[in-house]
């Protein structure tokens, strides 16, 4: 594991996505928002994800120089065709547009088709906060990308399938409120990101045919098992239902392709975008006060060394949504970015690959 200065990073990922066929704007933007997933946390929506996009820009299902276009504006609705563009430089038109009709007409819904990979959705969610809305994603794989077993079956046969929300705080805490979740019981990039790392699986993430866990992230990769849907082997039919909602919810939304209609190896995301104005509904500071007392109610918690708050937790105790990235992006910007070995070699052949191998920043190199 190596670190690595964010904005070193960046410039080296924009760099990547230039060598991919991309104009630089657009590079610009994927990098940050690649980037911006690093250093929150998120390497399974970050840099991780250049040599897929380069795999994908190969097999004809991403176009690096296209833009989004809205083919569809009606007042409080619209729809944007992504057109096969990298996903970073559509959501963030999409979210743009959802926010801005929020505020002119108190809610907005903007659905959203081939998109190719749209990140973290969680950025999305941010960036409507940043505007004064609140905000809700759904978002599909348009039949790709099928990792996830229904309740008591092996078979893949839906895409981990994100839901997120975000809410603006005022400034009654430091970050706006975002949960980013996929209704797996981890989004598929966790494993991308284990397979990289040469980590194992916990047994609880994944099922095979015969009933036993697939640990082998390499053997996941190829194939072999299904992720469980959000609740596991004892409530996976909570995760299950919010998928199949998902699912439709996006699809319709973006009239676009579900599960079922066509099956294919890529993301390829639809997306509802909902928004909505709190200042139609709640004053300014009424929404600061509600913030700011649910916060407090949380953390006076009693938190018991006794009682764990889960193997994936970010602390000793609950963390509101949005603040365990919160304290990771601060702690990285003074620390670096952390990187491991096999995401740095993809990247170093990535940079070869492309004739950018004098590019390729020192901490990165074997």
């Given at each position: 594991?190596?670190?690595?200065?964010?904005?070193?990073?960046?410039?080296?990922?924009?760099?990547?996505?230039?060598?991919?066929?991309?104009?630089?704007?657009?590079?610009?933007?994927?990098?940050?928002?690649?980037?911006?997933?690093?250093?929150?946390?998120?390497?399974?929506?970050?840099?991780?994800?250049?040599?897929?996009?380069?795999?994908?820009?190969?097999?004809?299902?991403?176009?690096?120089?296209?833009?989004?276009?809205?083919?569809?504006?009606?007042?409080?609705?619209?729809?944007?065709?992504?057109?096969?563009?990298?996903?970073?430089?559509?959501?963030?038109?999409?979210?743009?547009?959802?926010?801005?009709?929020?505020?002119?007409?108190?809610?907005?819904?903007?659905?959203?088709r081939d998109a190719t990979h749209l990140g973290r959705v969680g950025e999305w969610a941010e960036r409507a906060t940043e505007e004064g809305v609140a905000f809700a994603a759904f978002v599909n794989v348009q039949g790709g990308a099928q990792t996830v077993a229904p309740p008591g079956s092996a078979d893949r046969r839906?895409?981990?399938?994100?839901?997120?929300?975000?809410?603006?705080?005022?400034?009654?805490?430091?970050?706006?409120?975002?949960?980013?979740?996929?209704?797996?019981?981890?989004?598929?990039?966790?494993?991308?990101?284990?397979?990289?790392?040469?980590?194992?699986?916990?047994?609880?993430?994944?099922?095979?045919?015969?009933?036993?866990?697939?640990?082998?992230?390499?053997?996941?990769?190829?194939?072999?098992?299904?992720?469980?849907?959000?609740?596991?082997?004892?409530?996976?039919?909570?995760?299950?239902?919010?998928?199949?909602?998902?699912?439709?919810?996006?699809?319709?939304?973006?009239?676009?392709?579900?599960?079922?209609?066509?099956?294919?190896?890529?993301?390829?995301?639809?997306?509802?975008?909902?928004a909505f104005d709190p200042k139609r509904f709640a004053t300014e500071a009424g929404v600061r006060e509600r913030v700011a007392a649910l916060a407090d109610h949380v953390r006076s918690a009693d938190y018991s060394s006794d009682i764990s708050p889960g193997d994936a937790a970010k602390a000793d105790r609950a963390l509101?949504?949005?603040?365990?990235?919160?304290?990771?992006?601060?702690?990285?910007?003074?620390?670096?970015?952390?990187?491991?070995?096999?995401?740095?070699?993809?990247?170093?052949?990535?940079?070869?690959?492309?004739?950018?191998?004098?590019?390729?920043?020192?901490?990165?190199?074997?």
């Amino acid at each position: 594991m190596v670190r690595i200065d964010p904005d070193d990073l960046e410039r080296f990922a924009r760099d990547l996505v230039v060598g991919l066929g991309a104009p630089e704007a657009t590079a610009e933007r994927v990098a940050a928002s690649l980037v911006g997933a690093d250093l929150r946390g998120h390497g399974s929506h970050g840099v991780l994800r250049l040599p897929i996009y380069a795999e994908m820009i190969e097999a004809g299902r991403l176009d690096p120089a296209a833009t989004p276009l809205v083919v569809r504006d009606d007042g409080a609705t619209a729809t944007v065709d992504g057109r096969d563009a990298f996903g970073q430089v559509v959501g963030v038109e999409a979210a743009a547009l959802a926010a801005a009709k929020a505020l002119d007409h108190g809610v907005a819904a903007v659905g959203v088709r081939d998109a190719t990979h749209l990140g973290r959705v969680g950025e999305w969610a941010e960036r409507a906060t940043e505007e004064g809305v609140a905000f809700a994603a759904f978002v599909n794989v348009q039949g790709g990308a099928q990792t996830v077993a229904p309740p008591g079956s092996a078979d893949r046969r839906l895409a981990t399938n994100p839901l997120a929300f975000g809410v603006p705080t005022f400034g009654a805490l430091d970050f706006p409120l975002v949960l980013d979740i996929a209704t797996s019981q981890v989004a598929h990039g966790k494993i991308r990101e284990r397979a990289a790392a040469g980590e194992p699986l916990p047994g609880d993430w994944t099922v095979t045919a015969s009933g036993d866990p697939e640990t082998d992230a390499a053997a996941f990769e190829e194939g072999s098992g299904a992720l469980l849907p959000l609740g596991g082997a004892t409530s996976g039919y909570k995760g299950f239902g919010l998928a199949v909602v998902t699912e439709l919810f996006a699809g319709i939304a973006g009239d676009a392709a579900v599960a079922g209609q066509r099956e294919h190896g890529w993301a390829d995301n639809a997306a509802l975008f909902l928004a909505f104005d709190p200042k139609r509904f709640a004053t300014e500071a009424g929404v600061r006060e509600r913030v700011a007392a649910l916060a407090d109610h949380v953390r006076s918690a009693d938190y018991s060394s006794d009682i764990s708050p889960g193997d994936a937790a970010k602390a000793d105790r609950a963390l509101l949504p949005g603040e365990a990235e919160h304290r990771t992006a601060r702690d990285r910007r003074e620390r670096a970015i952390p990187v491991s070995e096999g995401v740095a070699a993809s990247l170093r052949d990535l940079a070869v690959a492309r004739g950018l191998g004098d590019r390729v920043p020192d901490e990165l190199r074997e």
